[in-house]
């Protein structure tokens, strides 16, 4: 079965901290990792990944996949207390694309 | 619109009513999801549109729940005689063309179901 799996499923972390957030996946005919920024309801496109060591970054966030591992990271540098969200990982299934989310992880960040 | 548009935001139903959650999607977006988003959990598929074709409808949890597009544009999840385990955010979604291709979707805020 088709599966991601997201930890931590919870963090809390200072202003300023690094913090990285891990996602694995098991699904047949692997093609992308998504990473979305979940605040209040709507979740919001932060990354796709689709080839092994290639790293994205945005501003302070930055990440990379392992297709060897079967994993993702997610990287915030010097946090804030707007990094404040769920981060949802997901991978594509089917030939339409249907995501297939993780659990998430809540991040707080403390002033 | 400039965004996905989804309502009601909330809706409070008693046990066995029908409920009926309206999606409005960005102008022209081929691909269209529903997501069911219970407390704690990520978004769990419900069904997707191409246009109005409604070409997986393999998350929709029982016979209870239906959804439509009629005209490839707005889109309507109903659910008959709800249940206390249909609370959740149902989370509606649009993309430009398969979404698979660009790996981005665009959510909607949600609606909020609580059922009594």
């Known amino acids: 079965e088709d599966k991601v799996v997201q930890s931590p499923l919870s963090l809390v972390v200072h202003e300023g901290d690094t913090v990285t957030l891990n996602c694995s996946y098991e699904?047949?005919?692997?093609?992308?990792l998504l990473w979305y920024k979940q605040e209040k309801k709507a979740p919001t496109f932060l990354f796709m990944l689709t080839s092994s060591g290639i790293e994205k970054k945005s501003g302070r966030l930055s990440s990379i996949l392992d297709k060897k591992e079967l994993s993702s990271i997610l990287n915030i540098t010097a946090t804030q207390t707007g990094d404040s969200a769920i981060y949802l990982c997901a991978v594509p299934r089917g030939s339409q694309g249907n995501l297939i989310f993780g659990k998430g992880t809540k991040l707080s960040v403390k002033p | 619109g400039a965004g996905v548009s989804q309502s009601p935001r909330y809706k409070v139903a008693k046990r066995g009513q029908d409920v009926a959650l309206r999606c409005d999607p960005i102008s022209g977006h081929v691909s269209l999801f529903w997501y069911q988003q219970a407390l704690g959990q990520g978004p769990e598929f419900l069904t997707y549109?191409?246009?109005?074709?409604?070409?997986?409808k393999s998350g929709l949890p029982s016979d209870r729940f239906f959804a439509e597009r009629p005209e490839g544009s707005v889109s309507t999840l109903k659910i008959q005689r709800t249940q206390q385990e249909d609370s959740a955010v149902y989370l509606c979604?649009?993309?430009?063309?398969?979404?698979?291709?660009?790996?981005?979707?665009?959510f909607g805020e949600g609606s909020r179901l609580t059922v009594l």
């Open positions: 979604a649009s993309s430009l063309w398969l979404a698979v291709n660009t790996g981005e979707l665009f």
């Open positions: 699904v047949t005919n692997f093609r992308s």
């Open positions: 549109f191409q246009n109005e074709a409604q070409l997986d």
